[in-house]
């Protein structure tokens, strides 16, 4: 199975798009663009969505569900959210069909057409925010600290699995607060949720920055982001946190009392996270023999195949698998026993390298006389016969140094792959070649603008640490006082 | 606050609506049907979710994710579906905006119009088997036991907050199978699964039934059902499991090859629960003061209450409180402090009975000295005087005393509504008082749709374990074999 991937050597693209598909993790629907989050993908997705809700609620957040369709109307009084949105949503005119009376099966009803058209949330903030109006009289209502688990779409044309979909699954968090300092901090700390998160549970080290006003959410002042990078060099925009100011408040004329009884408008953020970190957890660990795993979110985190030729030694053999499997799970470890009798070994191993499964346990009879298993790790294709003495601590200990090799692995590749460059050559040949180059940025969009024309690289964010140093644009050559990080990104 | 509820005497209906909103369970938004859940109702939902997933999981179902989007044409295929979703879907014509040439803000681009219409799925039963049918070769790769939550759009022209609303949030289990009898077990398995969700974590007694073929899902042979007794006399349908035969295998052309190397037709099923169970759960237990709410699923299980008038008291009573939450929470029971100081004890005694918390504990001066704690019990509106000596364990304790009256109330109500009828006019006036009434059918479509003209009752469901008896339909004097469940329905 395994042997039919395209390496990442070969084509760095097709690999990605045949392991999504061999590993059983999404598939195209019949729908343009819109994707099949088959069961393997969505369990994942789930541990993705059980870590990230309990941080939220450690930081006092609560789910709320809002409306799907959004008038058409709304999006008219932000005017850059409806820049940023207006051009790929999808629009419900009609809410009936009939049967053609020309017998052509069924069509449209045209006396069924809604009076103003309804749009299918690309984002939330425009209706979340009409909502919050009714919700906010006074500072004692604040702040308001909301997420939602949803699907949005965003009638892409170009769509790619996980990475670009017409519809996909986020979360997005939807905050008001009294004053713009609350705001900001707000946006801030679920930037460092993100960053945690990503680093923690998917093992994916992440640089922290804020958008280039380029690069900016429409309708926001300011974007935070996460940036990854992936095995091409190229880099991935992991999550965002936006500081929305008092627009939203003001489009929705959303005012409270303050403390001195004086109208004011609410200040906002919004912050999401959605299935494209599936696409930068594929591409951040695997390998030409599949997918790799972290143990934290991997739904199978131990297979255990079992090795016999005769009946006998299938009883005997199994009989140890069956108490390994007990001790793993008494050990809270979630383990596969592959007794499948229509497979044979080699191509159990080969499905379950592919499906990124960070340990394989093999026993066969020998091992059932001494006492042994042999240990395979995915994330180094390593093997060792290991007692099974205490075999679950061992492996549950292996679970954590597999999760830390991973992040370092990731982390050194990452690292190695970020550039200082002082000069226009410099620049074009590394953007070339791929990774983050950091460099002297005159603080324009004019010459973010003619950088992206000219390499295809953009602005990918402004350190959230940056030090104010005296320097030269790399490109336009005139004054700058900090360096940025650009990357040509999915 | 609570005083502001219309009672259930007056207005059941109002009572209701007042109950959703003021409890802060949920609200009507901007768009016409749709509903926003608030942060308490979500609450709820997801301790329903997460019981029912895990359900789910341990019956051997996995989760995945399909489009929200099926094209029109997939509903055609299948005869009898298009005729039960057609007339009431939101279909998505066009994929982009544009500002309007004449300045009138935003208006739909008219050259963004879809070759194919798309509907918001009603249910998903196309778009799943017209993927299914990839999934499928041999029988080796049956059964697929997949589940999905998602938000689902159906036009009703007369929506009611979780009852009956244009979007809602619910499950859709979506199996295929080699044989007729695995599928028809699993439907029924299924329907014992909700039935134990609904009697052991809702406190709801339901009867398990089979509906008549008039009142079946649009595609299936048979429709299981779990049906409950509201307060005010009229039954609610609380969730169904459908044997769908080989109809959308059909229909999508999935077939599978069996164990005889010949090509099959697969077997189906479908069952879902949606939003519309909170509806259940507000009618089933609440009462005049507010929502009451099973300790199962309740989000906060006791709310603590300090009582003080000085600086001093506040001090000593606000130590005891949190000592007393800490050890609660230690029991893993979920513990609201109130220690709000700008509302009053009696004003927050009134809201968290309006909310439905189940204990609530006053602590004041006095009790701290004497070691007491004032415990309020919101299913009996009981008081005692408590001992803080173990108060943990015995709320506990107390915990399943409630769930377990909550659940012998209802069920005491539902029987103590369920009759036995023999002639026409019993009949007609026993409906028009409302519950459920047992009487004899002969079987046919005909008699049923003309119950409902005379009586608005519909036929609720045949028991699943219905005896045969040999008697007379209670409507048109016809032989018949069976009695069978009639009520008004919600």
Known sequence: MAKELT???ENYSQWYNDLVIKADLAEQ??????MVIKPYGYAI????????????????????YFPLFIPKSFFSREADHVEG????????????LMNDPNGNGVVVDPSAKLEEELIVRPTSE????????????SYRDLPILCNQWANVVRWEMRTRLFLRTAEFLWQEGHTAHATKEEAEAEAQKMLGVYTEFAEKWLAIPVYQGVKSANERFAGALNTYCIEAMMQDGKALQAGTSHFLGQNFAKA???KYLNKENKLDYVWATSWGVSTRLMGALIMSHSDDDGLVLPPHIAPIQVVIVPIYKSDDQRVAVNARCLELKSRLEAKGLRVKYDDRDTQKPGFKFHEWELKGVPVRLAIGPRDVEEGTAELARRDTMTKESLSIENIEGNVADLMDVIQKNLYQKALDYRNSHTYDVDNWEDFKAQIEKGGFVHAFWDGTTETELKIKEETKATLRFIPLDVKEETGVDVYSGKPAKMRVYYAKAY
């Open 29 to 34: 629907s019949a729908v343009r663009g819109c």
């Open 45 to 64: 997705w789930e541990f993705m969505h059980d870590a990230l809700d309990k941080m939220f609620k450690d930081t006092g957040h609560v789910n709320a």
């Open 126 to 137: 425009t209706i979340i925010w009409d909502t919050y109006r009714n919700w906010i009289k």
């Open 7 to 9: 390496t990442r050597e």
């Open 85 to 96: 949105f207006a051009k790929e949503c999808a629009v419900v005119t009609h809410h009936r």
């Open 252 to 254: 929705f004329d959303v």
